[in-house]
């Protein structure tokens, strides 16, 4: 049997969860709290297997939820159920430890499905959510940079050094150095810590 604990202060739709999961066979949801305080002082006799987590509750916030319950049972699946579909609060809650997003204008039959991919090791998402993810992770093609230059910026990012850069790329040290100048040209900044700021604000890395 499954076991499924829900956090949302709503008490509409926390019941409403509720009732859905508990009609589907062997998922059984084991607490229902309107506060992470309140599941986090039942975690240890509730033991769940996943956990539907709202991010907007009183006191402490679903992220902060996150965090302090993978601390104490880091096994746990935890999905994030909300409103938002903002790209900070996704990346905060994933970091934080949850294991899927989706939003609460998900159909019923999907959040099923969410539960039971979170058990089998999946991370379940909404589509616009997923795409979301996907996106953040492309660089932005309209890049001032060459190929060459976006290389030598990433590694700069990373922590390389000149030496390091020439020696990775098979290029003069003095190449890298040409590279940097045409770098900060080109973003108009006179730093590494702002060409770095601006080309990951930017996406050009």
Do not use: W
């Amino acid at each position: 049997m499954n076991r499924i604990t829900i956090i949302e202060d709503n008490d509409v739709v926390r019941e409403g969860f509720a009732l859905l999961i508990d009609s589907v066979n062997d998922y059984n949801v084991v607490g229902t709290y309107a506060t992470c305080e309140e599941a986090i002082k039942r975690l240890k006799d509730d033991h769940p297997d996943v956990i539907l987590m709202d991010i907007e509750l009183p006191g402490i916030s679903g992220i902060e939820g996150c965090t302090r319950i993978k601390k104490i049972q880091p096994g746990i699946n935890i999905i994030v159920i909300t409103v938002h579909e903002n790209s900070e609060l996704v990346f905060d809650a994933l970091c934080a430890g949850a294991c899927g997003y989706i939003t609460k204008n998900t159909e019923y039959s999907r959040l099923i499905d969410a539960i039971k991919e979170a058990m089998n090791g999946g991370a379940p998402m909404s589509s616009n959510i997923a795409r979301m993810v996907v996106e953040s992770f492309q660089k932005n093609q309209n890049t001032p940079l060459t190929s060459r230059e976006t290389q030598v910026l990433e590694l700069l990012s990373k922590g390389k050094s000149y030496t390091m850069i020439a020696d990775e790329l098979f290029i003069h040290k003095e190449t890298v150095k040409s590279h940097i100048k045409n770098i900060y040209f080109k973003l108009q900044v006179h730093s590494k810590a702002e060409a770095i700021e601006v080309a990951l604000k930017n996406k050009f890395i």
